[in-house]
């Protein structure tokens, strides 16, 4: 593997952010990865699942886990904002080797955990080296700035999405799930627009970006990530925009990258699978 892969010693844990739909009955490779990241049969998984609160979906991850030859899995039932503050779950998440955030409802999930000891907390094992996964709500949760709403199928126009603080566990990016499924460039587009010093990914379903410590992300799964970089955007309409008037957008650069594509969020460079790498005319990324 090279000088990226997801076997490399690492300061901050991997973050990795699901499209939602994972495969949860076959290869299950993006559920089996994380297994690995945490520890394989040494792991200590913690499920939260407060985005959803179904009664199966803590247990389903618990299963699916475990069935991958997680060593330990336990979730942790939060359901209102004073569950973030039971010392037994400071505890649980102490001695987690991986966390998983499930996906549902995103602002349900930061109204709960936005600011509390929780939120703190997986943002402090991730900084200690504790990989975090979340899909769909999950993912979303995950960055700075969390998109919460907008119709797919529409291009980029004022108010096509609506946005609001996630827990900022990662600040350069801005993610969308479901992306191709729903159509949801237009509002990742938008999105971007408002500040194109971050960087969207649109992840689709059944696919995660895998974010090492050195900020270069792996895509694993059978859909793709978009990345959108507005970095040099030579013109944007977004400021004298009216409501729902579509946006003049120029000098944007889209990526799109299937599975074992690599992209690095300092340079904004794409990489093709490493096995790809001699009939490319790109270049490699630097050791």
Same mark, same amino acid.
């Given at each position: 593997m090279g000088p990226n892969s997801l076997a490399d010693e690492r300061d901050r844990g991997f973050i990795i952010p699901i499209?939602?739909? /994972?495969?949860?009955?076959?290869?299950?490779?993006?559920?089996?990865?994380?297994?690995?990241?945490?520890?394989?049969? @040494?792991?200590?998984?913690?499920?939260?699942?407060?985005a959803s609160m179904l009664d199966k979906t803590g247990p389903d991850y618990n299963r699916i886990f475990s069935n991958l030859g997680a060593g330990k899995v336990e979730f942790l039932p939060?359901?209102?904002?004073?569950?973030? /503050? @039971?010392?037994?779950?400071? &505890?649980? *998440?102490?001695?987690? +080797?991986?966390?998983?955030? +499930?996906?549902? @409802?995103?602002?349900? *999930?930061?109204?709960? *955990?936005?600011?509390?000891?929780?939120? +703190? &907390?997986?943002?402090?094992?991730?900084?200690?080296?504790?990989?975090?996964?979340g899909t769909s709500a999950g993912a979303s949760i995950m960055s700075e700035h969390m998109v919460t709403g907008g119709q797919g199928n529409e291009p980029p126009a004022e108010g096509a999405v609506t946005l609001a603080p996630g827990i900022g566990l990662i600040n350069t990016v801005i993610i969308?799930?479901?992306?191709?499924?729903?159509?949801?460039?237009?509002?990742? *587009? +938008?999105?971007?627009?408002f500040n194109p010093s971050l960087i969207g990914l649109g992840i689709d379903e059944d696919t995660a970006a895998f974010i090492g410590p050195d900020n270069v992300l792996e895509v694993v799964g059978s859909g793709t990530v978009t990345m959108v970089d507005a970095s040099r955007i030579t013109h944007s309409s977004i400021w004298a925009a009216k409501p729902g008037e579509a946006l003049s957008l120029l000098g944007l650069r889209l990526d799109i990258l299937g599975e074992g594509c690599r992209y690095d969020l300092n340079t904004r460079i794409g990489f093709p699978p490493e096995d790809h790498l001699l009939v490319s005319t790109l270049p490699a990324p630097l050791s």
């Open positions: 499209g939602g739909g /994972e495969d949860r009955l076959k290869e299950m490779q993006i559920h089996r990865r994380f297994v690995e990241l945490s520890g394989g049969e @040494n792991a200590d998984i913690v499920v939260i699942p407060t939060i359901s209102r904002r004073s569950d973030c /503050e @039971n010392p037994e779950y400071s &505890k649980m *998440l102490d001695n987690a +080797t991986g966390i998983f955030i +499930t996906g549902g @409802n995103q602002l349900r *999930l930061s109204a709960i *955990l936005g600011g509390t000891f929780v939120a +703190t &907390k997986i943002m402090q094992r991730n900084a200690e080296g504790v990989p975090v996964a969308d799930q479901h992306f191709t499924q729903r159509n949801r460039l237009g509002r990742l *587009l +938008t999105a971007s627009s």
